[in-house]
């Protein structure tokens, strides 16, 4: 399905009744790594995943791809669907710092919050380097170039070992998404607001969940997070990495309909 926002097409599917539940795809990824929580999950809740913009099937749009941009882009898709009731949102990585923004402007829309392999941090000065390191290989080499630094690191080691169909659909995903939005999304990033300080302020009910092999998100950003907000639950999701929800997908989704029916 395809909306109108602002300033591009944003591409999106959206299944089932009841309760709106919103993921938001992380970096350089897109609306695809949901399938699993989308066909499991629509059975208890309405399941909208977005491609953001430049992603998937959502247009490229020059430059702009700060949080901030998503987060409304997020918001106009609720009111673009005329969703009218609080919504639950699911954010891996890149999509938790969305989420975290989404909080910031507009936490009135929501009615809680699933925060995956994600950080309230801002980037360090040496990610910055790093990041500016990759928008360069990017524009010289390629999304290509950027999926054979990324698939390394993104999945635990038993899913390399016993799982190629699902590496080689990981690195698909990263493979398709156009140059414009890798250099958007690390700038985006590197240019984050570091959300540390939100993390008192947030009072609905958030599920944290994390893979037990993350290479990307240590262990210290989930406790910090965990300690910060108040109604917070933490789960760690056995032999799986940074993409927890597409390596154990039943964990995963059980966890998000545990929360979803305890809302
Ligand atoms: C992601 O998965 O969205 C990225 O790895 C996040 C990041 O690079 O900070």
């Known amino acids: 399905m395809r909306t109108n926002l602002r300033d591009y097409e944003m ?4 299944k089932g009744n009841g309760i709106p539940l919103i993921f938001i795809h992380g970096y350089p990824l897109n609306k695809t790594m949901w399938e699993a ?17 430049g992603h998937g099937g959502s247009e490229p749009v020059q430059e702009t791809y700060t949080m901030r941009s998503m987060a409304k882009d997020i918001k106009e898709l609720i009111e673009n669907l005329n969703i009218e009731q609080p919504v639950v949102l699911c954010g891996l990585s890149m999509g938790g710092y969305i989420c975290f923004e989404f909080m910031r402007n507009y936490s009135n829309m929501v009615k809680g919050m699933i925060l995956a ?12 380097v790093n990041r500016e390191e990759a928008v360069a290989i990017a524009l010289e080499k ?10 390394p690191k ?7 070992a016993q799982k190629p169909a699902l590496v080689e659909r ?9 140059t414009q939005a890798i250099v958007g999304d690390l700038r985006g990033m590197l240019n984050r ?9 947030i009072d609905i009910p958030v599920l944290i969940l994390h893979g037990a092999e993350d290479q990307i998100i240590p262990k210290s950003e989930v406790d910090l997070m965990k300690n910060g907000i108040k109604n917070v639950k933490l789960q ?18 059980k966890a998000v309909r545990n929360f979803i029916q305890a809302l």
Request: proline fraction near 5%; charge should be negative.
């Open 37 to 53: 929580q989308l066909q499991a999950l629509s059975t208890v809740a309405r399941v909208i995943t977005p491609d953001l913009r």
């Open 236 to 253: 760690i999701i056995p032999a799986a990495g940074h993409l927890l929800n597409i390596e154990q997908p039943d964990l995963f989704n």
């Open 117 to 128: 392999a994600t950080r309230a941090t801002a980037d360090s000065i040496e990610v910055k």
């Open 193 to 201: 607001e570091d959300s540390t300080s939100l993390l008192k302020e």
């Open 154 to 160: 993104m999945l635990a080691t038993a899913t390399y």
């Open 11 to 14: 591409e999106y599917e959206d």
């Open 142 to 151: 390629g999304p290509l170039a950027i999926a054979n630094m990324m698939l």
């Open 170 to 178: 990981v690195r698909n995903i990263m493979v398709n998404t156009s």
